[in-house]
């Protein structure tokens, strides 16, 4: 069983960065998938970035070109470096992690990303 813990979410304002952190335990980590999701007030879950055991990465269309998402599998640590934040970008931001093609399993507890000037 995978257990993720986030860090680095906070306050910034508008084109300001901000880098998150997930803590990942167990073994399985290394085989599987990962990604970063995020929730708004009042708005659904969405996808924002996602990373396979290759390093392959995807990206939701409206952070493209500002998100990058990373492992680092000596450190069992996702990164999403976020670069030129916009006010709509604020929300709850959960790691999560699952097998490759079967959707995510394990999700962290969530940090906040406010961005507001």
């Known amino acids: 069983q995978v257990h993720l813990v986030e860090s680095g979410g906070g306050s910034v304002q508008p084109g300001g960065s901000l880098r998150l952190s997930c803590a990942a335990s167990?073994?399985?980590?290394?085989?599987?998938?990962m990604g970063w999701v995020r929730q708004a007030p009042g708005k659904e879950r969405e996808g924002v970035a996602s990373?396979?055991?290759?390093?392959?990465?995807s990206y939701k269309d409206s952070v493209k070109g500002r998100f990058t998402i990373s492992r680092d599998s000596a450190k069992n640590t996702l990164y999403l470096r976020m670069n030129s934040l916009k006010a709509e970008d604020s929300a709850m931001y959960y790691c999560?992690?699952?097998?490759?093609?079967?959707?995510?399993?394990?999700w962290g507890q969530g940090t906040q990303v406010t961005v507001s000037s």
């Open positions: 167990g073994d399985t980590y290394r085989g599987y998938c």
């Open positions: 990373i396979d055991t290759a390093g392959r990465t």
């Open positions: 999560a992690a699952g097998r490759c093609g079967m959707g995510y399993s394990a």
